[in-house]
């Protein structure tokens, strides 16, 4: 076995130089590698192309890059090397290995090599998993295996990538150094297109010699504490009854409990009152509103796009299928093989969002299996296993869908056998989807049907593992996998087992989203505090606690209309619509505006902003429509203040604001405030509220 980067007497360009061009970052999108190519020279992203890089660096520009008469003087290695001005510096020394191999190329005749020998076809990573410690170090080495059965040590040539740069970084030589986090992260390598990975697990330095006995409720929790106790973790201790309530009213109906519903829950005593709430909100229609609006968000409900008429159809369909508690895998099919008048069929209206066949392929694959495979319609995947075949693959089911205009509006409709082919080779490419091997024929009929059948089916790991995922993110914070819309080898889920039970549980039920909603949030794991201990404070990815939440746009808007009794006016909407109702997300509204609402242009999760800004501290601070909503003659604080009782007024501004009675501490400084006013005591009121409604408490889920 060779070590990559040794100079060579018979160096080929495949397997010697175009390493050396990735390894440099030459064929990056910064470089060379972007679309124009940089000063006349370009070369395919990523080394996806080696035939069309050859002729550009031996070919092109009159043949000046290289010259074989004088090796040492070609204009290729002395830009590299610094002989001559290079915008990307100096990259290879004179004197090192990678500069004679490129010499020994030119003066050996520049071979382009073998194309079928020269593939590179694994790469083994060691180690591939360990156990480290905070501040350890650790050197990955990656072993390529040819066509040919040749293996080389490929590890200066490789590049690497930390899923989570906060529990370990890499270097550009692969040498890990571990942070002071407790978790478990992943190291990627590639090499030539084929990826591998180093998991390393570090737990908390101090060992728990004696674990607590702890409620296991489901399975999530016993996966969960596993976990934990490899991390010498201990959890939180258990939400008290009102933190869970304000919790589980915001998850599952994006929605505040009035204080009536708060006093309600607080007083009973039943030890099932926990799993009896969870079960009327799921009954609940705010519960329709908001888990439409969250799939309105991923299938892309566009008024620009799509037109008033036509976007509220499509939005009525998805408000429907929730409504009807519509299994996720029929939601799919209905939705992919959908075809006839879209008036009868508004959930064709998703292919006048997403219209072009690659669009298409992406968007289904990111949406409904969280694989992201957009870029792996240019060049290989650089993380992942996915190739142009892969992709192209996905996009032939979607070449047959055609659309017309006929008198009662745009029909969907499949027609005629199109041919796929695949840019650079030309070769046909047949429909299959991911993870399946390319048949040699095409399958009769509509070709979305058969794509619909297979991602929905049990040979297919993505789509009840990414549904799972989501819904898992959704309650606790963050998905197993993250973001949860990039499944992919090289970020591998933090708990692969709970993953899986949760994907089970999915299937099992039929893709009921109901029951495994009340499987999560029947665990332990969701209904622990948000309080840390000496543990797990630095812990945010293994469910040793509750994680705050920024409550999305739409869901703190409400929250902020229900305590003051004030609804806000919508221009598209009837008045006393809440803002989880809104099908329309080009509402002009800049509360919602500020607070991060997606205008639904792309399939990416990440598109709806849930990060806190100055901007936003500033609007609760400010906003004069706020201090209105406040002080209004019919609002809940006038109401309120006609209780004559201070103690009763403080404990109805709480349970409306906060969801819990106020502690001794706050009722005696609300208590004094209220007395010692100089403005009144509605406007004293109208303050605490305020207060209240600036506090993490409120703004948050938590």
Known sequence: MTSAGESSSNPNFRRDVQPLLSRYGCNGSGCHGKAEGQNGFKLSVFGFAPRDDYDALVKEGRGRRVSPAAPDHSLFLQKISGGLPHGGGVLIKKESHDFQTILNWIQGGMSIGDAEESQVVKIEVTPRQQVMKSGEKQQMKVIATYADGTTIDATRLARFQSNNEALASV?????ITVGDRPGQVAVMASFMGPVGVFQVLIPCAEKIEAWPKLPENNIIDQLVHTKLKNLNIIPSAAASDEEFLRRVYLDVIGTLPTVEEARRFLSDADPQRRSKLVKTLLDREEYVDYWALKWADLLRVDRESLGHQSAFRYYSWIRQSVADDKPYDRMLHELLTVEGPLSESPQGYFYQVVKKPDELASTVSQVFLGVRIECAQCHHHPFDRWSQQDFYGMQAHFTQVKQKSGPHGSVLFTEGQPTTRHPRTQEVVQPFGLGQEMPETEPVGDRRKALAGYLASEQNPWFSRNLANRLFAHFMGRGLVEPVDDFRETNPPTNPELLDALAKHLVDYQFDAKAL??????????????????????DDQNYSRA????????????AVCQTTGVAEEFDSAPTGSRAIQLWDSREKHSFLRMFGRPYRVSACDCERNAMPSMGQVLHLMNAPGLSQKLNHPAGTLAKLTREKDDKRLIDSIYLTFCSRFPTEEETTVATEYLKTATE???????????????????????
Do not use: C
């Open 517 to 538: 909603i009340r499987l999560i949030t029947s665990s332990a794991a969701y209904q622990r505090s948000t309080a840390p201990n000496e543990t797990n404070h630095r």
């Open 680 to 702: 009144g005591r509605q406007a004293a009121a109208e303050d605490l509220a305020w207060s209240l409604m600036n506090t993490l408490e409120f703004v948050f889920n938590h």
């Open 547 to 558: 994680m705050f939440k920024r409550l999305p746009a739409e869901v703190l808007l409400d």
């Open 171 to 175: 270097d550009e030589h692969g040498m």
